[in-house]
């Protein structure tokens, strides 16, 4: 059973394109992120989310909006999508408390492709 | 805010050398640190991680021990084989929201 499932895995699309990544998780975590690596691999928060409220949105075009219907899936919508959008996304969760050590856990990544 | 700076990559090893890559921290305090790492395609994975000041973490023959004095939390393999290949990031866990910050990564190459 995979823990942490994000869909696509690939999406390719051009410029100006409104597009949605989902994740879900199956482990009972309450806090759920989407991170974004660069081509140089360096891995920048966007979002979390605590339980369906949003608990931290750091620097990011508000043409990503982030939605959480319950606390085992956190979606991502991107409209009018741009060539610099072009990233791997990551979903993770994890328990509340990465201060006592709970670390995250991540899926594998959509690969997102702008033309 | 917090940050985490790893050695600069990538680190070309040939198999069985001895692999050290530093990582230091800015959180004051007790931050939970964690070393993850991320094979070709793939997301990261826990690699090992340490709570609190001279905890060793280990997993797969890697070590890392929470220095407080130095605010590092260097990653060490005694003998590395092509299979450990991969780019490994150092985490800190002490902000706020439940963040986890991250370092840039380093890429370790393994050759035969």
């Known amino acids: 059973d995979t823990a942490v499932s994000q869909t696509p895995k690939y999406l390719v699309t051009q410029m100006g394109n409104d597009k949605s990544i989902k994740c879900e998780q199956n482990l009972g975590h309450d806090t759920m992120y989407w991170y974004k690596q660069d081509s140089k691999k360096f891995l920048k928060i966007m979002f979390s989310y605590n339980n369906k409220e949003l608990i931290i949105n750091e620097t990011v075009p508000n043409r990503f909006s982030p939605k959480s219907p319950d606390k085992a899936h956190l979606n991502l919508h991107i409209n009018s999508l741009e060539l610099g959008d072009s990233a791997v996304y990551f979903c993770?969760?994890?328990?509340?408390?990465?201060?006592?050590?709970?670390?995250?856990?991540f899926g594998s990544g959509t690969r997102l492709t702008v033309v | 805010g917090n940050s985490v700076t790893q050695m600069e990559g990538p680190v070309t090893l040939s198999e069985e050398a001895f692999l050290t890559i530093n990582c230091t921290y800015t959180a004051t305090g007790y931050p939970s640190l964690f070393w993850y790492v991320q094979y070709p395609g793939e997301g990261l994975q826990l690699l090992l991680k340490a709570t609190k000041a001279d905890d060793k973490g280990s997993n797969k023959g890697f070590e890392a021990t929470y220095r407080k004095e130095t605010t590092s939390f260097h990653l060490e393999k005694g003998s590395v084989q092509v299979s450990d290949s991969a780019v490994y990031f150092c985490a800190e866990g002490g902000g706020g929201g439940n963040k986890l910050t991250f370092g840039t990564g380093t890429q370790l190459k393994v050759e035969l």
């Open positions: 993770a969760s994890s328990q509340v408390g990465t201060g006592r050590g709970y670390g995250y856990t």
